[in-house]
């Protein structure tokens, strides 16, 4: 395990390949692996080597542009239906966070606006598009940073939940983007990091990528959230999103919506920070939002190790959704909607396209 990085780059291109950290193994292992085409990106996304909204994301586009780097030398029919079959392989990888399909609409547009120029010209426009979404990334994720660190008092402990992190990103974060914020203005912030189970992105990532930073995290398991709340020892909840609704819901790591409902309980603000990437206006509410369901294996054990009785009947929902109604404010790169409505997402939306 690396212990002096500085910045966490989750994914990255280096020698015509896109190299990402493989998360199923962090924090005991730090190691990159690289991939060339739709094929192999799909199936990272779809077993967890990259995970998170933003990451998923650029990771598609990174997946598409390399399958037309693959495909150049292919008659332009051929090119054209390998890269319809790449896009539908990468669309299929995972399907709540929306960032995903948000990046491969982005790709497909370059490439059906650059139809008649020869496949490698189109096929190095895709590659500057994904290298743009990547770096738009960032810089969204530092202005949301900016807005949310606003909402946190000095001295606070900010709890969280899942991986919203750089490692969930292109960088910085989101959820724990507005944290890294926060400290560079200054602020003293503590973490309470939930293990999150059943992927343990709390335990494993966040817990690893904030003490790589040295801001102060303890890791507790889920149940033990609501204990801590009563006690009044949390003072916000600041987690990420994988797909907002048009009117707010907003739909995140499983376990979410627990969390949500014992804030309320409790008095607690309940943050989202996520990028206008991950509001979709085409889905009404938070019902309609598809719930990926996990195989069996990830809640009988991990990895290598199984603690529960084969055979024995599982669900593993990936997701839950949390009613707009139970969320304080909504973070995103345009501002803050405080008690997020309809209305309130789509003048985010309106100026999003003012400074477009
Ligand atoms: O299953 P995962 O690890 O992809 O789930 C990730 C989350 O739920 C995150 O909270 C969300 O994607 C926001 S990441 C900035």
Redesign the pocket.
């Known amino acids: 395990m690396r212990s002096d990085l500085e910045k966490i780059e989750t994914l990255r291109w280096r020698d015509n390949k896109l190299e990402m950290i493989d ?1 199923r193994i962090l924090p005991a292992h730090f190691e990159y692996l690289a991939f060339d085409s739709a094929a192999t990106v799909a199936e990272a996304i779809r077993s ?1 080597v ?7 994301g650029c990771a598609a586009a990174y997946g598409f542009a390399l399958e037309a780097r693959r495909l150049e030398q292919e008659s332009p029919e051929n090119f054209a239906r390998g890269l319809e079959q790449g896009f539908a392989m990468l669309a299929q990888s ?1 399907p ?2 929306v ?1 995903l399909l948000w990046a491969l609409k982005k790709m497909r547009e370059i490439w059906h606006s650059s139809k008649t120029s020869g496949n490698p010209v189109i096929a190095a426009k895709l590659l500057a598009k994904a290298h743009e979404i990547t770096a738009e990334d960032i810089r969204a ?1 530092r202005r949301m940073g900016e807005y949310g660190a606003m909402l946190l008092p000095d001295n606070s402990t900010v709890l969280t ?5 750089a490692l ?2 292109a960088g910085h ?5 507005v944290i890294r914020s926060a400290r560079d203005q200054g602020k003293k912030i503590s973490i309470i990091a939930c293990e ?1 189970r059943p ?1 343990l ?1 709390g335990a494993r ?1 966040t817990a690893w990528e904030m003490m790589q930073e040295k801001i102060p995290v303890t890791l507790i398991t889920d149940n033990m959230a609501g204990h801590f709340m009563s006690r009044g020892e949390i003072h916000a909840i600041m ?4 797909r907002v609704a048009a009117n707010g819901d907003v ?4 376990g ?1 919506y627990m969390l949500a409902v014992l804030a309320a309980r409790h008095g607690i603000p309940f943050y989202v ?3 206008l990437s ?1 509001i979709d206006l085409a889905t009404a509410s938070g019902g309609l939002i598809p719930i ?1 369901e ?1 195989t069996a294996e990830e809640v009988t054990g991990y990895r290598d190790c199984q603690w529960a009785a084969t055979g024995v009947a599982i669900r593993n929902p ?2 839950d959704v949390t009613p707009a109604g139970l969320v304080t404010a909504l973070i995103t790169e345009k501002g803050v909607v405080q008690a997020p409505t309809e209305e309130g997402i789509r003048r985010l939306f309106e100026l999003l396209q003012a400074t477009q």
């Open positions: 998360q967890m990259v995970r998170g909204a933003p990451a998923i995972r709540t966070a960032n994720n939940y899942c991986n919203a992190g969930a990103t974060g989101t959820a724990l983007g999150t992927f992105q990532l987690v990420g999103a994988d739909a995140n790591k499983i979410t920070a996520c990028p991950t990926e996990r990936a997701f």
